[in-house]
């Protein structure tokens, strides 16, 4: 799996921006679209299953605070750009989610960070804060059974921002830590 450090894989995918059907095809956005700004980056295994649509909406809720921090936030699976279509025309709450869904079907780009499990052949439930250099500056896992913390994305990309030293349980606002001398 890519981590820390490495560069952010190049991908051009289709995105569904929301609930309606494009005239023609779907746009498809890939690094540059997100161009010198930070990215929060995150998979879930399937569309129309059970927690996915909670982590999708709790992102959803953060997206304005994301969007201060200086963040564009994606969201991923390896479903096709009508399976996440249908998923969002199905349920009003997710056919207004604010932030685009890329559709990577060939699974490529989930292959490229080493986040495809290996059972199921879907994407782990993985997120990436990438830094507008296209460097990963956190990357994680979590089983597919146990849904992440959107707030605490936020809270690890706010600090990283501030490019200061953020200890445990570090709030926005509050001081980093400074070394003795």
């Not at 679209?33 to 982590?55: A, H, M, N, Q, R």
């Not at 804060?129 to 956190?138: P, Y």
């Not at 707030?151 to 706010?158: D, F, P, S, T």
């Not at 953020?166 to 606002?173: A, D, E, H, L, S």
Request: a negative charge; proline letters at 5%; glycine letters at 8%.
């Amino acid at each position: 799996m890519l981590t820390v450090g490495d560069k952010f894989p190049a991908f051009e995918l289709k995105a569904v921006t929301d609930g309606t059907l494009p005239d023609g095809d779907f746009p498809r956005m890939n690094n540059q679209s997100f161009s010198d700004k930070w990215l929060v980056v995150f998979f879930w295994p399937k569309d129309f299953t059970f927690i996915c649509p909670t982590e999708i909406l709790a992102f959803d809720e953060l997206r304005d605070e994301f969007e201060a921090a200086g963040a564009a936030l994606v969201g991923a699976s390896t479903d096709t750009d009508f399976v996440h279509l249908a998923w969002r025309q199905s349920r009003e709450d997710l056919a207004e989610v604010g932030f685009p869904w890329l559709a990577d079907n060939k699974k490529e780009l989930a292959a490229a960070l080493g986040i495809l499990d290996a059972g199921e052949g879907v994407a782990l439930r993985a997120t990436f804060i990438v830094d507008d250099h296209g460097i990963i500056r956190h990357a994680s896992v979590n089983d597919l059974d146990v849904g992440r913390n959107p707030r605490e994305v936020l809270r690890i990309l706010e600090g990283l921002k501030t490019g200061e030293l953020c200890g445990c349980n570090w709030q926005p606002g509050q001081a980093a830590l400074r070394p003795a001398a």
